[in-house]
Protein backbone atom coordinates (compact mmCIF):
# COMPACT_ATOMS: atom_id res chain seq x y z
CA UNK A 1 0.00 0.00 0.00
CA UNK A 2 1.12 3.50 -1.03
CA UNK A 3 1.87 6.25 1.44
CA UNK A 4 -1.33 8.45 -0.28
CA UNK A 5 -3.04 5.16 -0.20
CA UNK A 6 -2.32 5.16 3.71
CA UNK A 7 -3.16 8.31 4.21
CA UNK A 8 -6.40 8.23 2.23
CA UNK A 9 -7.60 5.00 4.37
CA UNK A 10 -6.96 6.84 7.73
CA UNK A 11 -9.24 10.32 6.60
CA UNK A 12 -12.33 7.89 6.06
CA UNK A 13 -15.14 8.39 8.42
CA UNK A 14 -16.91 5.86 9.84
CA UNK A 15 -20.81 6.13 10.48
CA UNK A 16 -23.08 5.20 12.16
CA UNK A 17 -26.62 6.15 10.95
CA UNK A 18 -29.27 5.79 13.72
CA UNK A 19 -32.75 5.72 12.06
CA UNK A 20 -32.02 4.50 8.45
CA UNK A 21 -35.45 3.84 7.73
CA UNK A 22 -36.72 7.05 7.87
CA UNK A 23 -36.51 9.71 5.19
CA UNK A 24 -33.65 11.41 6.72
CA UNK A 25 -31.89 7.98 6.84
CA UNK A 26 -32.56 7.70 3.14
CA UNK A 27 -31.03 11.16 2.17
CA UNK A 28 -28.25 10.54 4.19
CA UNK A 29 -27.27 7.29 2.50
CA UNK A 30 -27.82 8.88 -1.10
CA UNK A 31 -25.21 11.83 0.29
CA UNK A 32 -22.77 8.90 1.72
CA UNK A 33 -23.09 6.68 -1.62
CA UNK A 34 -21.80 10.20 -3.71
CA UNK A 35 -18.38 10.20 -1.47
CA UNK A 36 -16.94 6.76 -1.05
CA UNK A 37 -13.66 7.64 -0.18
CA UNK A 38 -14.59 9.95 2.46
CA UNK A 39 -17.02 7.91 3.91
CA UNK A 40 -17.73 4.14 4.79
CA UNK A 41 -20.78 2.92 6.85
CA UNK A 42 -20.27 1.15 10.52
CA UNK A 43 -23.33 0.53 11.20
CA UNK A 44 -27.27 1.09 10.47
CA UNK A 45 -30.36 0.66 12.42
CA UNK A 46 -33.89 0.88 12.53
CA UNK A 47 -36.68 -0.37 15.08
CA UNK A 48 -38.82 -2.86 12.96
CA UNK A 49 -38.45 -1.97 9.37
CA UNK A 50 -36.23 -4.87 9.29
CA UNK A 51 -36.90 -5.37 4.89
CA UNK A 52 -36.05 -1.93 4.27
CA UNK A 53 -32.94 -2.26 6.48
CA UNK A 54 -31.80 -4.99 4.93
CA UNK A 55 -32.19 -3.98 1.41
CA UNK A 56 -29.64 -0.80 2.35
CA UNK A 57 -27.22 -3.27 4.07
CA UNK A 58 -26.94 -4.98 0.57
CA UNK A 59 -26.45 -1.98 -1.06
CA UNK A 60 -24.26 -0.28 1.56
CA UNK A 61 -22.90 -2.80 3.20
CA UNK A 62 -22.34 -1.72 6.78
CA UNK A 63 -20.62 -4.06 9.97
CA UNK A 64 -23.55 -4.16 11.90
CA UNK A 65 -27.40 -3.40 11.77
CA UNK A 66 -29.37 -2.99 14.56
CA UNK A 67 -33.08 -3.80 14.74
CA UNK A 68 -34.66 -2.90 17.43
CA UNK A 69 -37.26 -5.51 18.00
CA UNK A 70 -36.53 -9.76 18.30
CA UNK A 71 -38.54 -10.73 15.81
CA UNK A 72 -37.31 -8.13 12.92
CA UNK A 73 -33.87 -9.02 13.96
CA UNK A 74 -33.76 -12.40 13.87
CA UNK A 75 -35.85 -12.40 10.54
CA UNK A 76 -32.86 -9.87 9.20
CA UNK A 77 -30.43 -11.76 10.45
CA UNK A 78 -31.80 -15.07 8.49
CA UNK A 79 -32.77 -12.95 4.85
CA UNK A 80 -28.96 -11.27 4.99
CA UNK A 81 -27.91 -14.97 5.53
CA UNK A 82 -29.99 -15.79 2.30
CA UNK A 83 -28.00 -13.16 0.40
CA UNK A 84 -24.46 -13.38 1.32
CA UNK A 85 -24.38 -10.68 3.51
CA UNK A 86 -21.60 -10.64 6.02
CA UNK A 87 -23.26 -7.49 7.76
CA UNK A 88 -23.92 -8.49 11.65
CA UNK A 89 -27.36 -8.04 12.92
CA UNK A 90 -27.86 -6.92 16.74
CA UNK A 91 -31.08 -6.58 18.55
CA UNK A 92 -32.18 -4.14 21.16
CA UNK A 93 -32.06 -0.79 22.85
CA UNK A 94 -28.58 -1.30 24.05
CA UNK A 95 -27.43 -2.46 20.45
CA UNK A 96 -28.21 1.00 19.25
CA UNK A 97 -25.86 2.92 21.90
CA UNK A 98 -23.23 0.47 21.80
CA UNK A 99 -23.01 1.49 17.77
CA UNK A 100 -23.29 4.64 18.94
CA UNK A 101 -20.52 4.61 21.23
CA UNK A 102 -17.97 2.34 19.33
CA UNK A 103 -14.13 3.33 19.42
CA UNK A 104 -14.01 2.33 15.60
CA UNK A 105 -16.88 5.09 14.80
CA UNK A 106 -16.49 8.81 13.98
CA UNK A 107 -19.43 10.35 13.06
CA UNK A 108 -23.14 9.33 14.31
CA UNK A 109 -26.31 10.32 12.12
CA UNK A 110 -28.80 10.70 14.56
CA UNK A 111 -32.03 10.58 13.10
CA UNK A 112 -34.70 8.24 15.77
CA UNK A 113 -37.90 10.36 15.55
CA UNK A 114 -38.99 11.27 18.65
CA UNK A 115 -38.26 10.14 22.06
CA UNK A 116 -36.56 6.32 21.40
CA UNK A 117 -33.78 8.62 20.13
CA UNK A 118 -32.13 10.30 23.46
CA UNK A 119 -30.80 7.58 24.95
CA UNK A 120 -28.19 6.03 21.83
CA UNK A 121 -27.39 10.22 20.84
CA UNK A 122 -26.65 10.85 24.12
CA UNK A 123 -24.32 7.80 24.26
CA UNK A 124 -22.90 9.13 21.22
CA UNK A 125 -21.85 12.69 22.74
CA UNK A 126 -20.50 11.04 25.83
CA UNK A 127 -18.41 9.10 23.91
CA UNK A 128 -17.10 12.56 21.77
CA UNK A 129 -18.44 11.35 18.68
CA UNK A 130 -19.43 14.18 15.69
CA UNK A 131 -23.09 14.19 16.07
CA UNK A 132 -25.28 15.43 13.09
CA UNK A 133 -28.58 15.83 15.41
CA UNK A 134 -31.91 14.98 13.04
CA UNK A 135 -33.46 14.19 16.54
CA UNK A 136 -34.46 17.73 18.17
CA UNK A 137 -36.57 15.44 21.03
CA UNK A 138 -33.09 14.89 22.80
CA UNK A 139 -32.76 18.85 23.28
CA UNK A 140 -35.84 19.31 23.55
CA UNK A 141 -36.29 16.79 26.38
CA UNK A 142 -33.24 17.26 28.24
CA UNK A 143 -31.79 20.04 26.84
CA UNK A 144 -29.61 20.96 29.98
CA UNK A 145 -28.14 17.64 29.95
CA UNK A 146 -27.21 17.06 26.92
CA UNK A 147 -25.37 20.07 26.32
CA UNK A 148 -23.59 19.67 29.41
CA UNK A 149 -22.46 16.70 28.07
CA UNK A 150 -21.49 18.10 24.33
CA UNK A 151 -18.98 19.96 26.69
CA UNK A 152 -17.71 17.77 29.35
CA UNK A 153 -16.97 15.17 26.77
CA UNK A 154 -15.82 17.14 23.88
CA UNK A 155 -18.35 16.00 21.26
CA UNK A 156 -18.88 17.71 17.98
CA UNK A 157 -22.82 18.91 17.63
CA UNK A 158 -24.12 19.47 14.37
CA UNK A 159 -27.22 20.53 13.40
CA UNK A 160 -29.35 18.61 10.51
CA UNK A 161 -32.89 20.29 10.79
CA UNK A 162 -32.83 22.97 7.78
CA UNK A 163 -33.68 25.78 9.74
CA UNK A 164 -31.21 25.47 12.65
CA UNK A 165 -28.81 24.28 10.14
CA UNK A 166 -29.05 27.34 7.96
CA UNK A 167 -29.12 29.71 11.58
CA UNK A 168 -25.86 28.06 11.94
CA UNK A 169 -24.18 28.61 8.84
CA UNK A 170 -25.53 32.17 9.02
CA UNK A 171 -23.84 32.60 12.46
CA UNK A 172 -20.80 34.77 12.96
CA UNK A 173 -18.21 31.72 13.61
CA UNK A 174 -18.54 28.33 14.36
CA UNK A 175 -17.50 26.91 17.87
CA UNK A 176 -16.38 23.34 17.37
CA UNK A 177 -19.52 22.06 19.51
CA UNK A 178 -21.81 24.61 17.74
CA UNK A 179 -22.60 26.50 20.45
CA UNK A 180 -22.90 30.32 20.65
CA UNK A 181 -21.18 29.83 24.48
CA UNK A 182 -21.06 33.68 25.36
CA UNK A 183 -24.37 34.30 23.71
CA UNK A 184 -25.88 35.64 20.34
CA UNK A 185 -25.85 39.69 21.30
CA UNK A 186 -22.16 39.24 22.16
CA UNK A 187 -21.42 37.77 18.64
CA UNK A 188 -23.53 40.70 17.44
CA UNK A 189 -26.44 38.91 16.57
CA UNK A 190 -30.15 40.83 17.42
CA UNK A 191 -32.41 38.01 16.61
CA UNK A 192 -33.10 34.40 15.38
CA UNK A 193 -35.54 34.69 12.36
CA UNK A 194 -36.87 30.88 12.29
CA UNK A 195 -39.22 30.06 9.18
CA UNK A 196 -41.72 27.92 8.85
CA UNK A 197 -43.71 26.47 6.00
CA UNK A 198 -46.79 26.91 7.58
CA UNK A 199 -48.01 23.20 6.75
CA UNK A 200 -50.33 21.75 4.43
CA UNK A 201 -52.84 23.38 6.58
CA UNK A 202 -52.17 26.93 6.62
CA UNK A 203 -54.96 28.74 4.53
CA UNK A 204 -58.03 26.73 6.19
CA UNK A 205 -60.14 28.27 8.46
CA UNK A 206 -60.71 26.54 12.24
CA UNK A 207 -63.82 25.23 11.04
CA UNK A 208 -62.12 23.48 8.16
CA UNK A 209 -59.39 21.76 10.42
CA UNK A 210 -61.59 20.33 12.61
CA UNK A 211 -62.45 17.56 10.20
CA UNK A 212 -58.79 17.10 8.32
CA UNK A 213 -57.26 13.88 8.60
CA UNK A 214 -54.24 12.20 8.51
CA UNK A 215 -53.64 11.34 5.21
CA UNK A 216 -54.23 15.06 4.19
CA UNK A 217 -51.98 16.22 7.68
CA UNK A 218 -49.17 13.72 5.78
CA UNK A 219 -49.38 15.67 2.45
CA UNK A 220 -46.47 18.17 2.59
CA UNK A 221 -46.66 21.03 0.18
CA UNK A 222 -43.10 21.33 0.27
CA UNK A 223 -40.77 18.35 2.33
CA UNK A 224 -41.18 14.57 1.74
CA UNK A 225 -41.00 12.92 5.73
CA UNK A 226 -42.37 10.92 7.81
CA UNK A 227 -46.08 10.59 9.18
CA UNK A 228 -45.08 11.74 12.83
CA UNK A 229 -42.90 15.13 11.55
CA UNK A 230 -45.58 15.66 9.15
CA UNK A 231 -48.52 15.85 11.74
CA UNK A 232 -46.22 18.51 13.56
CA UNK A 233 -45.97 20.54 10.66
CA UNK A 234 -49.16 20.90 10.57
CA UNK A 235 -50.29 21.16 13.46
CA UNK A 236 -46.87 23.73 13.79
CA UNK A 237 -45.42 21.61 16.75
CA UNK A 238 -42.39 20.76 14.78
CA UNK A 239 -41.87 24.38 15.00
CA UNK A 240 -42.54 24.63 18.39
CA UNK A 241 -40.10 22.31 19.29
CA UNK A 242 -37.62 24.06 16.78
CA UNK A 243 -37.93 27.12 18.91
CA UNK A 244 -36.91 25.09 21.95
CA UNK A 245 -33.92 23.22 20.11
CA UNK A 246 -32.60 26.58 18.82
CA UNK A 247 -32.48 27.81 22.13
CA UNK A 248 -30.22 24.78 23.21
CA UNK A 249 -28.07 25.18 20.15
CA UNK A 250 -27.86 28.60 20.57
CA UNK A 251 -28.00 29.52 23.73
CA UNK A 252 -30.54 31.78 23.81
CA UNK A 253 -33.98 32.88 25.14
CA UNK A 254 -37.62 32.50 22.90
CA UNK A 255 -38.00 36.20 22.79
CA UNK A 256 -34.57 36.31 20.43
CA UNK A 257 -36.12 34.10 18.14
CA UNK A 258 -39.13 35.20 15.88
CA UNK A 259 -41.24 32.24 13.79
CA UNK A 260 -41.71 33.55 10.43
CA UNK A 261 -44.54 31.69 7.85
CA UNK A 262 -42.42 31.37 4.70
CA UNK A 263 -44.75 29.21 2.37
CA UNK A 264 -42.10 28.51 -0.40
CA UNK A 265 -39.37 26.73 1.80
CA UNK A 266 -36.34 28.46 -0.09
CA UNK A 267 -35.23 30.49 2.68
CA UNK A 268 -34.03 27.93 5.55
CA UNK A 269 -34.08 30.57 8.17
CA UNK A 270 -31.86 34.11 8.71
CA UNK A 271 -30.11 35.29 10.93
CA UNK A 272 -30.22 39.78 11.95
CA UNK A 273 -27.35 41.44 13.27
CA UNK A 274 -27.26 44.74 15.65
CA UNK A 275 -26.15 46.72 12.64
CA UNK A 276 -29.16 45.83 10.28
CA UNK A 277 -27.87 43.01 8.17
CA UNK A 278 -29.86 40.09 7.58
CA UNK A 279 -28.32 37.13 6.35
CA UNK A 280 -30.53 34.18 5.18
CA UNK A 281 -29.68 30.61 3.82
CA UNK A 282 -31.79 29.64 0.92
CA UNK A 283 -31.60 26.60 -1.03
CA UNK A 284 -33.91 24.16 -2.59
CA UNK A 285 -35.96 22.44 0.10
CA UNK A 286 -34.07 19.15 -0.09
CA UNK A 287 -32.63 17.50 3.17
CA UNK A 288 -29.22 16.32 1.33
CA UNK A 289 -28.40 19.90 1.98
CA UNK A 290 -27.73 20.36 5.36
CA UNK A 291 -26.92 16.40 5.65
CA UNK A 292 -23.90 17.35 3.21
CA UNK A 293 -23.07 20.11 4.59
CA UNK A 294 -22.98 18.71 8.47
CA UNK A 295 -21.25 15.40 7.26
CA UNK A 296 -18.21 17.77 5.56
CA UNK A 297 -17.91 20.28 8.15
CA UNK A 298 -15.97 22.75 7.44
CA UNK A 299 -15.32 21.67 4.25
CA UNK A 300 -18.28 21.35 1.47
CA UNK A 301 -19.10 18.76 -0.71
CA UNK A 302 -21.16 17.87 -3.54
CA UNK A 303 -24.78 16.49 -2.21
CA UNK A 304 -26.97 15.95 -5.14
CA UNK A 305 -29.28 18.87 -4.93
CA UNK A 306 -30.00 20.81 -7.69
CA UNK A 307 -29.14 24.29 -8.22
CA UNK A 308 -31.91 26.77 -6.50
CA UNK A 309 -33.60 28.49 -10.03
CA UNK A 310 -34.02 32.05 -8.46
CA UNK A 311 -35.92 33.49 -12.14
CA UNK A 312 -38.28 30.59 -11.55
CA UNK A 313 -38.72 31.35 -8.00
CA UNK A 314 -40.06 34.34 -8.96
CA UNK A 315 -41.58 35.27 -5.29
CA UNK A 316 -40.74 35.00 -1.47
CA UNK A 317 -43.60 35.58 0.66
CA UNK A 318 -43.46 36.23 4.54
CA UNK A 319 -46.50 36.22 7.46
CA UNK A 320 -46.99 35.73 10.93
CA UNK A 321 -48.09 32.27 12.42
CA UNK A 322 -51.48 32.73 13.44
CA UNK A 323 -51.28 30.28 17.47
CA UNK A 324 -54.94 30.87 17.84
CA UNK A 325 -55.56 28.28 14.77
CA UNK A 326 -52.33 26.42 15.63
CA UNK A 327 -51.83 26.68 19.69
CA UNK A 328 -49.36 24.02 19.75
CA UNK A 329 -47.15 26.68 18.56
CA UNK A 330 -47.91 28.98 21.61
CA UNK A 331 -47.74 25.46 23.75
CA UNK A 332 -44.23 24.85 22.77
CA UNK A 333 -43.61 29.30 23.55
CA UNK A 334 -44.49 28.57 26.90
CA UNK A 335 -42.75 25.47 27.49
CA UNK A 336 -39.60 26.88 26.24
CA UNK A 337 -40.11 29.95 28.53
CA UNK A 338 -41.08 27.56 31.79
CA UNK A 339 -37.99 25.47 31.14
CA UNK A 340 -37.07 22.44 33.42
CA UNK A 341 -39.49 19.35 32.88
CA UNK A 342 -42.10 21.53 30.67
CA UNK A 343 -40.80 21.14 27.23
CA UNK A 344 -40.35 17.04 28.42
CA UNK A 345 -43.81 17.06 29.26
CA UNK A 346 -45.00 19.09 26.05
CA UNK A 347 -43.20 16.50 23.61
CA UNK A 348 -44.40 13.25 25.61
CA UNK A 349 -47.89 14.24 25.64
CA UNK A 350 -47.70 15.41 21.64
CA UNK A 351 -46.03 12.42 20.29
CA UNK A 352 -48.46 10.61 22.22
CA UNK A 353 -51.17 12.70 20.45
CA UNK A 354 -50.22 12.58 17.26
CA UNK A 355 -50.17 8.38 17.15
CA UNK A 356 -53.87 8.77 18.59
CA UNK A 357 -54.42 10.97 15.14
CA UNK A 358 -53.00 8.60 12.84
CA UNK A 359 -54.65 6.08 14.09
CA UNK A 360 -57.85 8.28 13.55
CA UNK A 361 -58.85 7.90 17.60
CA UNK A 362 -58.13 11.38 17.74
CA UNK A 363 -59.33 14.62 16.11
CA UNK A 364 -56.56 17.20 14.42
CA UNK A 365 -58.26 20.34 16.78
CA UNK A 366 -57.87 17.75 19.76
CA UNK A 367 -54.18 17.00 19.48
CA UNK A 368 -53.32 20.72 21.71
CA UNK A 369 -56.28 19.73 23.73
CA UNK A 370 -54.53 17.27 25.05
CA UNK A 371 -51.06 18.62 25.36
CA UNK A 372 -52.41 21.01 27.01
CA UNK A 373 -54.04 19.62 29.40
CA UNK A 374 -50.79 17.16 30.30
CA UNK A 375 -48.88 20.42 31.01
CA UNK A 376 -51.70 22.01 33.06
CA UNK A 377 -51.74 19.06 35.82
CA UNK A 378 -48.77 17.75 35.69
CA UNK A 379 -45.96 19.73 38.04
CA UNK A 380 -42.22 20.27 36.37
CA UNK A 381 -38.83 20.75 37.79
CA UNK A 382 -35.26 20.96 36.67
CA UNK A 383 -34.07 17.70 35.66
CA UNK A 384 -30.58 16.75 37.45
CA UNK A 385 -30.07 13.22 35.72
CA UNK A 386 -31.61 11.26 32.86
CA UNK A 387 -33.66 9.06 34.81
CA UNK A 388 -35.59 12.29 36.23
CA UNK A 389 -36.27 13.13 32.47
CA UNK A 390 -37.69 9.55 31.76
CA UNK A 391 -40.20 9.78 34.84
CA UNK A 392 -41.37 13.28 33.41
CA UNK A 393 -41.75 11.96 30.00
CA UNK A 394 -43.35 8.32 31.75
CA UNK A 395 -46.12 10.05 33.51
CA UNK A 396 -46.94 12.63 30.65
CA UNK A 397 -48.11 9.56 28.57
CA UNK A 398 -49.88 7.78 30.81
CA UNK A 399 -51.82 10.52 31.06
CA UNK A 400 -52.28 11.47 27.55
CA UNK A 401 -53.33 8.02 26.82
CA UNK A 402 -55.55 7.85 29.47
CA UNK A 403 -57.24 11.66 28.54
CA UNK A 404 -57.54 10.21 25.06
CA UNK A 405 -59.02 7.25 26.30
CA UNK A 406 -61.62 9.53 28.34
CA UNK A 407 -62.83 10.98 25.39
Request: hydrophobic share 45%; glycine share 6%; aromatic share 4%.
Amino acid sequence: MTTDQVRNQASVQQVTLLGASGSIGASTLDVLARHPDRYRLYALTAHRQWRKLGESCLRHRPRYAVVVEAAGAEALSAWLKTHGSDTRVLCGEDALSEVASAPEVDTVMAAIVGAAGLVPTLAAVEAGKKVLLANKEALVMAGGLFTRAVAQHGATLLPIDSEHNAIFQCLPRHPDDCLAGEGLRQSGVRRILLTASGGPFRALSARELLDVTPEQACAHPNWSMGQKISVDSATLMNKGLELIEACWLFHTRPDQIEIVVHPQSVIHSMVEYVDGSVLAQMGNPDMRTPIAHALAWPDRIESGVASLDVIATARLDFEAPDTARFPCLKLAAEAARQGGTAPTLLNAANEIAVAAFLERRLGFTEIPVVIGTVMERLSTTEPHDLEMVQTADRQARELARHLIDAR
